[in-house]
């Protein structure tokens, strides 16, 4: 018995250190006033922008970060138009009115419309302020893994500009990485 548990121990073991190892990470520069730590196999490349500095991680799943770095107004703050709730009373006038009934993007109904709003039930993300490295940052993550953005934003950098680095419907594993990638962010 004491042999089965050894052997037990010595493979939980093995595994979760397995789990707590960190990718080999290595440095990106952004804008020459930001670095973040990305995955070894991560491949960064510049893009083409107009008025602001564009890039973009493609890790070897081919999940696609999109990096922003400009004047604010002009990066992605995420922001999101919460879509119209009516009291399920409606749906038929609506229905009726409109000839056809409205998708999911277009018109939601529920029987607690006003509650529903104010509490942002039927949008995708999550959004919260917080510190990282001594800079104020927005973070968001979908309600649902899978489906939505996962992204960092932060409004105002030293220098007066802003930045944001996000992607679109990550698995639970690559959403684990990019929180882990957003809390390396710091000033050059």
Do not use: W
């Not at 520069?29 to 730590?37: D, R, S, Y």
């Not at 500095?53 to 995420?78: M, Q, R, W």
């Not at 009373?89 to 409109?98: A, F, M, W």
Request: aromatic letters at 12%; proline letters at 4%; glycine letters at 6%.
């Amino acid at each position: 018995m004491s042999k089965s548990l050894s052997v037990l121990i010595a493979c939980f073991l093995f595994f979760s250190c397995k789990d707590n190892e960190k990718p080999i990470a290595r440095d990106v520069t952004i804008g020459n006033i930001l670095v973040i730590q990305v995955p070894d196999k991560t491949k960064f490349v510049e893009g083409k922008g107009i008025d602001s500095y564009v890039a973009y991680l493609i890790s070897g799943k081919n999940d696609t970060f999109h990096i922003e770095y400009g004047n604010k107004g002009i990066i992605s703050s995420f922001y999101d138009v919460s879509p119209s709730v009516f009291p399920l009373s409606q749906k038929e006038r609506i229905v009726k009115t409109s000839g056809k009934e409205p998708s999911a993007d277009e018109v939601l109904f529920s029987e607690y419309p006003e509650e529903d709003r104010e509490q942002k039930i039927f949008d995708k993300n999550y959004f919260m302020y917080d510190t990282i490295n001594k800079i104020v940052v927005k973070l968001v993550q979908p309600k649902r893994v899978g489906d939505g953005i996962t992204g960092l934003y932060i409004p105002k950098l030293k220098n007066g500009k802003s930045f944001s680095i996000y992607a679109q419907n990550l698995d639970s594993t690559s959403q684990r990485i990019a929180l882990q990638m957003f809390a390396t962010i710091r000033y050059k």
